[in-house]
């Protein structure tokens, strides 16, 4: 790769954000949550998900929707921002991702004792362009030779879609079993250009470009149980299994001693699988009366062991969530989530260790209804600190602060 290149001619230019870049965020498991309901409530839904969402959820749910016909979309606006404190020349480096995108649709319909269903989700998600220079930063040259300018051109795009059928059917009285089979897909391109210009005229370039396409299934297996009149609990496991996968990388660089023509050049193509891990999700809905309703959730990830991608850690996320009618038109939702790194807290002395940073957040929606339509508005924002190492090679340790927020409108129709 490139930082094998690039020797120790200036520090800062083995600046190489490719393990950092490598997905959407494969280094925290929450980073969007699914749904207009569940979303505000902080995603803890496994307990209820007796709605549209519930096929993401908890399939088995959806036994417990009324109406003979239920669907739900949702467009949420997408804003994230990570800033690593002092990694260039004691300045500060900015990513900021922003995306409109359809988060999630999903339908239910009665098909004799049992229900079925239809939905399509988007779980992560980043869309960063970005141009930054820095101006008079020092150099490792050893005399009195400065950078006079360093210019980053970075762009990532990568999403994760997740669509397919479910089916849920009653067991017995107050337990229903349910599974949704979803086609994932992963599509993700990364260029990182960077520039540097000396105060003695020379100049360094070089310029990543890699582009991933993966395809796979994710089969999400639930079950809801009722065992007392208010209180409802649920449980799901999914797993997501790559079929097909491939990634195509180019690596141009010019050093800062080549010639004016001269540049080296690395192509490379890897159908190396990405291993995803195993998912557990319980929840509790316990309704208070008519018009409250409270419901927790607990996430658990499983470790991963793997060569290509790098080893994930064991990880456990938590949710509260409340919904309140004011009248039979109008409720309000909040809750509260974590999204925990799967990384290990960075060590003093070691280098090329994975960022870790670990998110707070909340959520609040507000919801009118009419006789067969609902119209939601609502949003969550997350915010976390923690520690990177963005310069590889290095043991230098930086500071890392990030928030995430969304904002999503949903409509929703039953008759």
């Given at each position: 790769?490139?930082?094998?290149?690039?020797?120790t001619?200036?520090?800062i230019?083995s600046?190489?954000?490719?393990?950092?870049?490598s997905?959407?965020?494969?280094?925290?498991?929450?980073n969007?949550?699914i749904?207009?309901r569940?979303?505000?409530?902080?995603?803890?839904?496994?307990?209820?998900?007796?709605d549209p969402?519930?096929?993401?959820y908890?399939p088995?749910?959806i036994m417990y929707?009324?109406?003979?016909?239920?669907?739900?979309s949702?467009?949420?606006?997408?804003?994230?921002v990570?800033?690593?404190k002092?990694v260039?020349?004691?300045?500060?480096?900015?990513?900021?991702s922003?995306a409109?995108l359809?988060n999630y649709?999903?339908?239910?319909?009665?098909?004799?004792?049992?229900k079925?269903?239809?939905?399509?989700?988007?779980?992560?998600?980043?869309?960063?362009?970005?141009d930054?220079?820095f101006?008079?930063?020092?150099?490792s040259?050893?005399n009195?030779?400065?950078?006079k300018?360093?210019?980053i051109?970075?762009n990532?795009?990568?999403?994760?879609y997740n669509?397919?059928?479910s089916?849920?059917?009653?067991?017995?009285k107050?337990?229903?079993a349910?599974?949704?089979l979803?086609?994932?897909?992963?599509?993700?391109?990364v260029?990182?250009?960077q520039?540097v210009?000396?105060?003695?005229g020379?100049?360094?370039?070089s310029?990543i470009?890699?582009e991933?396409?993966e395809?796979?299934?994710?089969?999400?297996l639930?079950?809801?149980?009722?065992?007392?009149?208010?209180v409802?609990?649920g449980?799901?496991?999914a797993?997501t299994?790559?079929i097909?996968?491939?990634?195509?990388g180019?690596t141009?660089y010019?050093?800062i001693?080549?010639?004016l023509?001269?540049v080296?050049r690395i192509?490379g193509?890897?159908?190396?699988k990405?291993k995803y891990?195993y998912?557990?999700?319980t929840?509790v809905?316990?309704?208070a009366?008519?018009?409250l309703?409270l419901?927790g959730?607990?996430?658990?990830?499983?470790?991963v062991?793997?060569?290509n991608?790098?080893d994930?850690?064991?990880?456990?996320?938590?949710a509260l969530?409340?919904?309140?009618?004011m009248s039979?038109?109008?409720?309000?939702?909040?809750?509260i989530f974590?999204?925990?790194?799967?990384?290990?807290?960075?060590?003093?002395?070691y280098?090329n260790?994975?960022?870790?940073?670990?998110?707070y957040?909340?959520?609040?929606?507000?919801?009118?209804?009419?006789?067969?339509?609902s119209v939601?508005?609502g949003?969550?924002?997350s915010?976390?600190?923690?520690?990177?190492?963005?310069?590889?090679?290095?043991?230098g340790?930086?500071?890392v602060?990030?928030?995430?927020?969304?904002?999503?409108?949903?409509s929703?129709?039953?008759?």
């Amino acid at each position: 790769m490139l930082s094998k290149l690039l020797g120790t001619v200036l520090i800062i230019t083995s600046v190489v954000f490719f393990a950092g870049i490598s997905a959407a965020d494969e280094f925290h498991y929450n980073n969007i949550l699914i749904g207009d309901r569940a979303s505000s409530m902080g995603g803890a839904y496994t307990g209820i998900s007796d709605d549209p969402a519930g096929l993401y959820y908890n399939p088995a749910g959806i036994m417990y929707s009324t109406g003979r016909n239920l669907s739900a979309s949702v467009n949420a606006y997408n804003s994230h921002v990570k800033t690593y404190k002092g990694v260039i020349g004691g300045y500060d480096w900015e990513r900021s991702s922003s995306a409109l995108l359809p988060n999630y649709f999903g339908i239910i319909q009665p098909l004799g004792k049992m229900k079925i269903g239809f939905s399509y989700a988007v779980p992560d998600s980043a869309l960063e362009d970005q141009d930054q220079s820095f101006y008079n930063l020092p150099s490792s040259l050893g005399n009195a030779t400065t950078v006079k300018m360093f210019v980053i051109n970075f762009n990532n795009e990568d999403n994760i879609y997740n669509y397919g059928p479910s089916v849920a059917a009653e067991i017995m009285k107050d337990l229903s079993a349910g599974v949704t089979l979803y086609v994932h897909q992963r599509r993700a391109q990364v260029i990182n250009n960077q520039l540097v210009n000396l105060s003695d005229g020379r100049y360094e370039w070089s310029n990543i470009y890699t582009e991933t396409n993966e395809w796979g299934f994710k089969p999400v297996l639930g079950v809801m149980w009722s065992p007392f009149e208010k209180v409802s609990l649920g449980i799901s496991a999914a797993k997501t299994l790559i079929i097909d996968s491939e990634t195509a990388g180019q690596t141009t660089y010019k050093g800062i001693n080549y010639s004016l023509n001269t540049v080296d050049r690395i192509v490379g193509i890897s159908n190396a699988k990405r291993k995803y891990p195993y998912e557990l999700r319980t929840g509790v809905g316990y309704f208070a009366s008519e018009r409250l309703l409270l419901s927790g959730d607990l996430a658990f990830f499983t470790s991963v062991k793997d060569a290509n991608y790098g080893d994930k850690n064991f990880v456990i996320n938590a949710a509260l969530g409340t919904e309140y009618y004011m009248s039979r038109k109008w409720a309000a939702r909040a809750g509260i989530f974590t999204n925990m790194a799967n990384t290990n807290e960075i060590t003093a002395g070691y280098t090329n260790q994975e960022e870790h940073i670990n998110y707070y957040g909340g959520g609040m929606s507000l919801s009118h209804f009419t006789k067969n339509t609902s119209v939601t508005l609502g949003g969550n924002m997350s915010l976390g600190s923690g520690k990177a190492q963005v310069i590889r090679g290095s043991t230098g340790i930086q500071d890392v602060s990030a928030s995430s927020w969304t904002m999503f409108l949903s409509s929703s129709y039953s008759y």
